[in-house]
């Protein structure tokens, strides 16, 4: 877990490059949210500190992200390279979160990856059509 201001530097060199942090900055919410206010182009993602660490203080820091506005940077990473059978549970921790609007968890889940990703319509179209069938 690196200190989010680490990466300051490089963003201040190429202020439009995109990039992810993972693990939402944890636990460095004050910094991860700096960060995010000065680079619109910085985004999060939630996924193994959702299993790691205690699941009352990682839904806490999330709604903390809700409430400070960067919603619409939090995406879900399945990066779960030597635990994958607990992608489901994570899953299961976004669905759960009663602070969370239904259109909230479809940002995290997809929508703010697709704009991060910059998928075009037609890509989206064929995802939905993909996951509807």
Sequence with gaps: MGHP???APVLRKYPSLRLYLENAGWPFLDE???LMYQYPTVYVDVSTNLHIFDKRTMLMYL???MLRGLGKRIM???DQMWWPEV???CIEVIQEADFLTREQKADIFYNN???FLRLSEEQIAAHHR???E
């Design 87 to 89: 992608i489901g549970e």
């Design 5 to 7: 201001l680490r990466v």
């Design 130 to 132: 993909v996951t509807s």
């Design 63 to 65: 709604e903390q992200l």
């Design 113 to 115: 990856a697709a704009r």
């Design 76 to 78: 879900f990473g399945s």
């Design 32 to 34: 991860i949210t700096g």
